[in-house]
C-alpha cells in the first residue's frame, strides 16, 4: 500500500511563489507518474500537471507559472508554483498511478 504526504500549502500574496512536496512511500512502491490537482470551494478537481518519467504536462491555466519536478530517489514529487493569482486558491491534491490520492494541502492566494 502507497502513502502520500504533502506539504507546502498555505497563505501567499498575489504574484509569490509556494513550491509544494508529495512523498510516496509503502511496500513494493512502483511509483510511475505522479501529479497534482486542485480543487476550489463549490468546484470540481481539476487536473494541475503530471510527470511521467522525463515527459511533464500542464494545464493551461498553471503552464509558464508552475513547474512539476520528481526526485525518483526519494520518490517525491514538487510543484514549484509562481506568479500565484487568487484564483489558484484551492486544495492542491497529489496523485499517483492515476488512483492513489493524498489528503491534500490547502494554498490560498490573498492580500
Known amino acids: 500500500q502507497v502513502q502520500l504526504v504533502e506539504s507546502g500549502g498555505g497563505l501567499v500574496q498575489p504574484g509569490g511563489s509556494l513550491r509544494l512536496s508529495c512523498a510516496a512511500s509503502g511496500s513494493r512502491v512502483s511509483v510511475n507518474s505522479m501529479a497534482w490537482y486542485r480543487q476550489a470551494p463549490g468546484s470540481q478537481r481539476e487536473f494541475v500537471a503530471r510527470?511521467?518519467?522525463?515527459?511533464?504536462n500542464y494545464a493551461d491555466a498553471v503552464k509558464d507559472r508552475f513547474t512539476i519536478a520528481r526526485d525518483n530517489a526519494k520518490n517525491t514529487a514538487y510543484l514549484q508554483m509562481n506568479s500565484l493569482k487568487p484564483e489558484d486558491t484551492a486544495v492542491y491534491y497529489c496523485?499517483?498511478?492515476?488512483?492513489?490520492w493524498g489528503q491534500g494541502t490547502q494554498v490560498t492566494v490573498s492580500s
Open positions: 510527470i511521467t518519467g522525463a515527459i511533464t
Open positions: 496523485n499517483v498511478n492515476y488512483i492513489i
